[in-house]
């Protein structure tokens, strides 16, 4: 055995597989695990885990730090909770390929769709890229905490074959699809992980424009498949509305064929259409039962929006007496708030029109749910909602609305499960994570940063899942591990990852489980430009390990910086020559 750097001696071992924990200890040299058993010898570091849970770190396969990527070394709040490995590039958005003149149209899809400020990325980005091959290149300048993979957006890549007509939707040339076809081959051959593409109406600009990449004929998403069939690798990422429900599901079926590779799609349950991803599902395991490499994303929790006074959303933005004070420091706009006449004029108004998404809120207090104690109930009892309570009390739900709001000077929030709620629990989405064909996913890292903070969401899935839920039954304890590890690992191609066994990546979190909490959401303003994002922590992430070298102690950097581009598919340990050495 090689002399050894690394020992995490004596946790309670969940290596990944979805079998049952061992108590052992992992040893590490050169970054990998060389071993996995009693009595390892003694190494340069120590990790004492006795009593504590040890586990692969985590592999989140959907997140959009496409442009965090390129101006900061770590991928907070992803690496200070659990992840050692995340990939960007969903759902169609992203900054390369990019021709001179364009970046803006990139920029404002990005701010649109993802929610991260378009001003933040105008001075983040250095632009000095044109292909996919110079933007990956861009990224290998910095080091990073942990492993970063992208893939190729359509959006962009749409934008670079056909500029201003791609941005319009549009139909694509015979031309201009073979050139989608190579651009893709081109970027799968660099190291691209994959290609992803949006399809719904939800998706739209910060000019309110609907993307690019919707109605992009079958014709032109044929050519982009056969480019990932002429390189021979990659997967395909999917979000759509499934409008014409038979005609979608069958061409991303045939598009797995042309490429001969899978494709993931994104599930939830809406409000407005409810039972859709009972149909989804339905046909899923149909075309899994005949063959087609399918799999559905899921959320573990409601997606849920974070509605604050420092946040992007609330639901009295809309107010014209809030207009007034929208662009006051947040001190300031509490201490207007707090004027008893400026209280009952904002309540007595009615939302300006022209804002249906915020001005629908008022009519959803039946699922806003005040944030204390320092804490989320993402599986929050309907019966404490803000509508139940005003109605309890026989008050204007707007009265206890404003009160949450000013709650710790501005800072507080109200939790309004978007989707993934419609029936006030989440018994539909343990039926979703029960099925062997979805991952556990969409923690949407580094988007939505004013709204939405679901990267925590490995965390919950412990915590909620496999130990407080209280509403229902809960989820075994290996098998969630291992499906954010192994199974979404394996879902993009990084076979050398999310197993805790000789020869993979030394890639490892060391969790005190019995105090493993996730805190409430908060406001920080960090981002280029000052701008805002949402960030969580977590207490009980004793160790977080990539590739053998400790990154965070109890939450604080080491200031270890071991991450790396990822390029490309990454093949399985050789488990023979393990074993030689």
Known sequence: MKPLDLVVRGGTVFDGTGAAPIVADIGVADGRIVAVGPDLPQAAQEIDARGLMVTPGWVDMHTHYDGQITWDSRMTPSSTLGATTVVAGNCGVGFAPVRKGDEDTLVRLMEGVEDIPGAALHEGLSWNWESFA??????????????V???LPHGALRVYVMGERGANREPATPEETQAMRELTRDAIRAGALGFST??????RTADGDLTPTLGASRAEME?????????????????????????????ICDL????????????????????????QMARLDEAVAQGYPLKAQVAGRPVGLMLGLQGSAHPFISRPAYQEIAHLPLAEKVARMRDPAFRARLIAEKPAKGHPFINSLA????????VENDAVDYEPDPATSIGAKAKALGVNPDE???????????????FFPMHNYCEGSLDNVRTMLASPNTLSSLSDGGAHVGAICDVSLP??????WCRDRTRGPGLDLAETIRAQTKDTAEAVGLYDRGVLAPGYLADINVIDFDRLKLKAPYMVYDLPTGARRLMQEAEGYVATIKAGQVIYRDGVATGALPGRLIRGRQPAPDATAQAAE
């Open 134 to 147: 110079e933007y990956m290149a861009a990224i290998e300048t910095l080091p990073h905490d942990i492993d």
């Open 256 to 279: 797995t064929k042309i490429a001969g590779q899978p494709l993931t799609f994104s599930m939830v349950q809406a409000d407005v259409v409810p039972d859709m991803w009972r149909k």
């Open 363 to 370: 009519g959803a207090y039946h699922k806003m749910y005040a």
């Open 149 to 151: 993979a992208v893939q």
């Open 198 to 203: 949006t399809r719904t109406m939800v998706h």
């Open 400 to 414: 206890l609305v404003y009160d949450a709001l000013l709650a710790d000077e501005g800072r507080a929030f109200l």
């Open 223 to 251: 050519a982009i498949a056969q480019g990932l069939a002429d390189a021979g690798s990659g997967v395909l990422q999917w979000v759509s509305d499934f409008s014409d429900f038979d005609e979608e599901f069958s061409l």
């Open 459 to 464: 965390t919950f899935m412990l915590t909620h």
